[in-house]
C-alpha cells in the first residue's frame, strides 16, 4: 500500500521488508558509478585520444563534442549494458562523473559521418589502443594470459572465428532472410580466446554464406592487424574456426601466412561426408581409439579420439594436414545424423595441420573443443551492442558494430588490467550487477571530487582496488 503527502511517497512495510519513504530530492547520488572505470580505462590506453585523431576529420568547427569523445561514450554506454542510442542518457544526466555527453543527434551525426576510410582509421586506434593495453599488461600483471586445453597450456594466441545472426524486427538495408528462415544479418565475427577481446567482425547481410572464404580471410586479416607486431610476429597463433571455416582458400591463406613471418597453425571442424564415414567405419574396425580428455585432463566419459590421417582423402586440404575424429555417447538434446543414429554414437571430425611431436591426438581434440569458448563470447556481445541494430542504413550499422566490439574490449581491458579472481573471469551480466552499475555518493572538498561507495556492498573494496590499479598504470613517455 502506498500513501501520498506532498509529493513524498510512503511505502508501508510488507512482510520483512522495512518501511521506507521515497523522495526526488537527493543531492550528489550517482548510478552506474563503475562504469567510470571503463571510461578511464579508455583514456589511459589512448583510445579516446586515437579515436579522436581518426575522426577529426569529422568535427565541426563550433562543436562542443570531440568526436572521438563521442565514440568513446558510446562504446562505455554498450558495455554498461546500453542498448539503443538513447541510452546515453545515463551518461549525460551524470556530469559529475563522466562530464559532457554527446546529444543522442550529435552521436547520430557522428555514426552517419563515418564512411569506410574513418572506419578504418577506427580499427587502426584500436590497434594502437590495444598495443599500450598490451604492454601495461605485460609490465603489471605479466603478460598475455595462455588459454589451456586437457590441463595444459597452448602455446601462443588463439584466435576463434565464428558467425551467429542478429534478428531485425523491422525493415533495414541489407538485412534478409536467412538460412535459419529468420530475418535481420549474419555478422562473422573473430574474438582472442586469451583475453575475450574482439579483434574483428564484418557485417553481412542475412543470406551471406556460411563456407564464405573471402569473408573468412577478410576477418582473419583485419584479426590479425589488431596484435601488436612483437606478438604477431614470433609467437605461435592458433586459428580454429568450426566447419564453415573448413574451405581450402582458407587454409591455403593460414599456411601461406608463414611466408610474412606469422607462425599460425590451424584447427577447424570437418563436415562428416560419405567418405569420412567410411574412414570411422575403418577406423571402429582397425583404428587405435584412445579415450578422449576433458578440459582438466581427466578421461572424458565415454569419449573416444582416434586419428584418421591417410584414411581420408586429403584432397582440398594443405599437405601435412591430419584427421581427428572425437565418438561419444549422445547427451540429451545432441543433433545426431542418420549414421550417428545407426552407430549409437556422435562422431566430430577436425582437421589441423599440427605435426606429429607437437601434441598427443587427445590433446590437439580437446584444444579444438575449446572453440565452443567463442559462443559465449558472441551471446555476451549481442549483450554488449551488436544484438541489436539501430539505423536503417548498412553504413551506420557497420560502425555500430565497430563501437560494439571496442566495448568489448574496454570490459576485456579492465578485467585484464584492474580486477582479480571471479570478476576477472565474469561475464558481462555479472560485472554489471556487482560493480558497473553501484551507486556512489559524489562529495567535493579540498577542490577534489570523492567516489565515495556503500561500505557495506560485497564488492566496494574490489571496485577500490581497481581504481587505484587504474592510477597506477603506466603511461607512455611523451
Known amino acids: ?203 553481412r547481410e542475412g543470406r551471406a554464406g556460411s563456407n564464405t572464404t573471402a569473408d573468412h580471410i577478410t576477418v582473419l586479416d583485419a584479426a590479425l592487424a589488431q596484435i601488436p607486431d612483437a606478438h604477431r610476429h614470433g609467437t605461435p597463433i592458433l586459428i580454429r574456426t568450426d566447419s564453415a571455416g573448413c574451405t581450402y582458400g582458407l587454409l591455403a591463406h593460414i599456411r601461406d601466412l608463414r611466408k610474412q613471418g606469422v607462425d599460425t597453425t590451424y584447427s577447424v571442424g570437418v563436415a562428416i561426408t560419405e567418405p569420412i564415414r567410411q574412414a570411422i567405419l575403418h577406423a571402429k574396425q582397425h583404428g587405435t581409439w584412445v579415450p578422449a580428455l576433458d578440459t582438466d585432463g581427466e578421461p572424458r566419459d565415454g569419449a573416444y579420439v582416434a586419428e584418421l590421417t591417410g584414411l581420408v582423402p586429403a584432397d ?52 579444438h573443443r575449446g572453440h565452443a569458448r567463442v559462443e559465449d563470447r558472441i551471446r555476451c556481445g549481442k549483450d554488449t551492442g551488436f544484438g541489436r541494430f539501430p539505423s536503417r542504413l548498412f553504413a551506420i550499422n557497420a560502425t555500430w558494430l565497430e563501437v560494439a566490439l571496442t566495448g568489448i574490449d574496454l570490459l576485456a581491458w579492465t578485467q585484464l588490467l584492474l580486477l582479480d579472481d571471479e570478476l576477472a573471469a565474469a561475464e558481462p551480466k555479472k560485472l554489471r550487477y556487482r560493480l558497473l552499475h553501484v551507486a556512489a555518493r559524489l562529495t567535493r572538498s579540498a577542490r577534489q ?21 587504474l592510477a597506477a598504470l603506466p603511461r607512455p613517455v611523451t
Open 1 to 203: 500500500m502506498i500513501a501520498r503527502t506532498e509529493g513524498t511517497y510512503r511505502v508501508k512495510a510488507t512482510g520483512a521488508r522495512p518501511k521506507v519513504i521515497v523522495s526526488a530530492d537527493g543531492r550528489g547520488v550517482v548510478g552506474h558509478a563503475g562504469a567510470r572505470l571503463l571510461a578511464d580505462v579508455a583514456e589511459v590506453t589512448g583510445l579516446t585520444e586515437a579515436f579522436g585523431d581518426a575522426l577529426a576529420g569529422l568535427r565541426r568547427r563550433r562543436g562542443r563534442h570531440d568526436p572521438g569523445r563521442v565514440a568513446v561514450d558510446l562504446a562505455v554506454m554498450l558495455a554498461d549494458g546500453g542498448e539503443a542510442i538513447s541510452d546515453l542518457a545515463v551518461l549525460r544526466d551524470q556530469a559529475g562523473l563522466f562530464g559532457p555527453v554527446a546529444s543522442d543527434p550529435t552521436a547520430w551525426r557522428l555514426l552517419s559521418g563515418v564512411d569506410r576510410e574513418a572506419l578504418g582509421r577506427l580499427r587502426e586506434a584500436r590497434a594502437r589502443s590495444r598495443q599500450l593495453a598490451w604492454a601495461q599488461l605485460a609490465e603489471t600483471r605479466g603478460g598475455i594470459p595462455q588459454t589451456t586445453a586437457a590441463g595444459q597450456p597452448v602455446p601462443g594466441l588463439v584466435l576463434d572465428l565464428d558467425a551467429s545472426i542478429v534478428l531485425c524486427h523491422s525493415d533495414k538495408e541489407s538485412a534478409t532472410p536467412t538460412w535459419k528462415k529468420t530475418f535481420g544479418y549474419h555478422p562473422l565475427f573473430c574474438f582472442l580466446d586469451n583475453t575475450r577481446e574482439a579483434l574483428s567482425g564484418l557485417l
Open 316 to 367: 582440398g586440404f594443405p599437405a601435412g594436414t591430419r584427421f581427428i575424429v572425437r565418438r561419444e555417447r549422445p547427451h540429451p538434446g545432441a543433433q545426431l545424423s542418420l549414421f550417428d543414429t545407426i552407430e549409437g554414437m556422435r562422431h566430430q571430425v577436425l582437421a589441423t595441420d599440427t605435426p606429429p611431436g607437437h601434441g598427443a591426438i587427445q590433446y590437439l581434440e580437446a584444444r
Open 449 to 469: 571530487t570523492r567516489l565515495r561507495i556503500a561500505e557495506h556492498w560485497p564488492w566496494a573494496n574490489d571496485l577500490v582496488a581497481a581504481f587505484n590499479r
